[in-house]
């Protein structure tokens, strides 16, 4: 069975401050999606990565699929009020299967 | 497009009573999600349904639960008879292939008294 572990679990922090959050697992995963939820609505694709080693970038965040295709990082730089939410990774392992989703970060950023 | 969406958005329901919950995936998406979110189980997978036809149920819980898809822009979960720990939101998302991004609807939150 494959596994999506997410850590940590909660992180409160301030305005300003840098953070980092992750995604592993013992499975090797075809790609990998990060997710963002806010209270009361359905979670929100953020990127997909697809190659080992991968690094994107989305304005803040910075996403990394590590090389062997088994874990990922969200970084956020200098986190604003705005960026608060659950943040989801979910794996996909090919052969037709669905994604896998881990139990998510929730992020509280005060300003 | 709208999105995906579902209704009721809230479900308020005593125990043994019937719940219906609706979906309707974007036009165009051959995939259709059920899930369930809780605190402590995080988003599980209760059942996909691919060209209207239910492809792996295996996360559905038990025989109180069913789900259809009668055809391409809608679909129902039913609880029959509900439970107090049925209580969660539930959502529905949609895709136009599997491996890439789902589109999920606002959730159902049922509360079962």
């Known amino acids: 069975t494959q596994l999506l572990e997410q850590s940590p679990q909660f992180l409160s922090i301030q305005e300003g401050e840098n953070l980092t959050v992750y995604c592993n697992s013992s499975?090797?995963?075809?790609?990998l999606q990060w997710y963002r939820q806010e209270p009361g609505e359905g979670p929100v694709l953020l990127v997909t990565?697809?190659?080992?080693?991968e690094v994107k970038k989305l304005k803040r965040l910075t996403f990394q699929f590590g090389d062997a295709r088994k874990d990922s990082s969200l970084h956020i730089t200098a986190a604003q009020p705005g960026d608060t939410g659950l943040y989801l990774c979910?794996?996909?392992?090919?052969?037709?299967?669905?994604?896998?989703f881990g139990k998510g970060t929730k992020l509280s950023v005060k300003p | 497009d709208a999105g995906v969406i579902q209704s009721p958005r809230h479900e308020v329901t005593e125990m043994g009573q019937e719940v219906t919950l609706r979906c309707k995936p974007i036009?165009?998406?051959?995939?259709l999600f059920w899930y369930r979110q809780t605190m402590m189980r995080g988003l599980e997978l209760l059942i996909y349904?691919?060209?209207?036809?239910?492809?792996?149920d295996s996360g559905m819980p038990e025989d109180r639960f069913s789900a259809k898809m009668p055809n391409a822009s809608f679909s129902t979960l039913k609880i029959q008879p509900s439970e107090p720990r049925d209580s969660a939101v539930y959502f529905c998302a949609s895709t136009g292939s599997l491996g890439y991004e789902q589109y999920f609807g606002p959730g159902t939150r049922l509360t079962v008294t």
């Open positions: 979910a794996g996909y392992g090919g052969s037709q299967g669905n994604l896998i």
């Open positions: 499975s090797v995963f075809s790609s």
């Open positions: 349904f691919n060209n209207n036809v239910p492809i792996d």
């Open positions: 990565v697809v190659t080992g080693g």
């Open positions: 036009s165009g998406h051959d995939y």
